[in-house]
């Protein structure tokens, strides 16, 4: 939900809204009642965006991938492993 339309319902409801195409790996946006927005920021990944564009849970449990690598389910950073071998191309 865009800002405008959260600030719309928030007012109408007399209950915060998340604007949710403000949302990011480290933050969250709230529309109040009264018109004014509410931050809320994490030093710490609080969601991870998914392949699909969607947000998802944060899972660092190593996974083996379809290619042979090994890399966290859910992680902020595109972090993977070689899956054996010689050595070569270990972190990507």
Do not use: C, Y
Not at 22 to 42: C, I, K, V
Not at 45 to 68: A, H, M
């Amino acid at each position: 939900m865009d800002e405008a339309a959260a600030l719309a319902q928030a007012k109408a409801s007399g209950q915060q809204v998340e604007v949710t195409t403000a949302r990011s790996e480290f933050t969250t946006t709230h529309a109040n009642p009264d018109g004014t927005l509410t931050l809320t920021q994490s030093t710490t990944p609080q969601r991870v965006r998914q392949d699909d564009g969607t947000w998802g849970v944060i899972d660092t449990t190593l996974e083996r991938r379809p290619d042979g690598r090994v890399a966290p389910k859910g992680a902020v950073v595109d972090v993977s492993f070689s899956g054996g071998g010689s050595g070569a191309d270990m972190l990507r």
